[in-house]
């Protein structure tokens, strides 16, 4: 089962007629499946089919496994592309390897059950059985039987035949066929000896020396460091949220203490200062009835306070 995009797209920016097929595009204009990095998401799409003549160009997704913001991630790729390329219609193709993997997200999945020309959903596994139909040799078909075959007793013994059937397929982009072919294979059948591996596949020892195989292996790994790096930073600045929160509050409890002395301070000696006010004005009402102080001599204490 493949773990990352990268044989997908190894097969498909070297076979484009293979993806025109698949995806049911009608063109002869020279589209090729390339990246473009989206600066303003800080993020790149590895599958944008498109070429300078084209008004239409497609942004795509390959998924082997089920990922629940697949439908939205496509989506924001699409309007940024479409932002970026204003003079394009773009539309969205997402290829599932198995229904399994869809997550079946709203709104656009119920556009693309209903035939939206915008979003299209491929289902790899059902297309692939309705093409052996027709054409079992398809080299689609042939290639990602690793995929789908689920008995090994089974594989071992179709292996040498569609490795045959992929030799004879007429391409440019046969090399690659034969190396993603190879490539899911080995992964599958580790636990075999070189020599059942030889006799099976019928090529060279240095399969795991080839520039696809190589490929695979580092585009996997650097997508597994980059998933690993995007996680630790998403996760440290939940985290680094969190402590700011807490220390925020902490600091709001501190500042709060210090305002409320500060504000009780200032309002105990107001209200002292009133209350001995009083007190004062009284002790001078007392003096004044008692005839001991006249009235200007009243009026002038008080205005000392």
Known sequence: MPKTDTPFLLIFQKNTELFTDLAEIQTDLPYRLHSEEFKELKRTADGCFDCDEAKIAYITEFQAQKEDTIYERLEIERIQYSLNHRDKEVH????????????????????????????????????????????????????????????????????????????????????????????????????????????MLGILENVEKSVAYQEILQEGFEKGIKKGIEEGIERGIERGIERGIERGIERGIGRGIEKGIKKGREEGFEKGRKENFKKTVAAFQQLLDQGKITAAEFEEMKSRF
């Open 92 to 199: 969205s193709i997402l290829i599932f390897l198995k229904r399994s993997h869809d997550p079946k997200t709203e709104p656009w999945s119920t556009l693309a059950s209903h035939g939206n020309p915008y979003f299209k959903v491929i289902y790899l596994e059902e297309a692939l059985e309705r093409s052996a139909e027709t054409n079992p040799d398809h080299p689609l078909v042939q290639v990602f039987k690793p995929c789908f075959i689920k008995d090994d007793a089974q594989l071992i013994q179709e292996v040498p035949l569609i490795h045959q059937k992929l030799r004879n397929y007429d391409s440019p982009g046969r090399d690659v066929l034969l190396r993603v072919f190879e490539f899911w294979v080995l992964d599958r059948f580790k636990e075999l000896n070189r020599e059942r591996l030889q006799d």
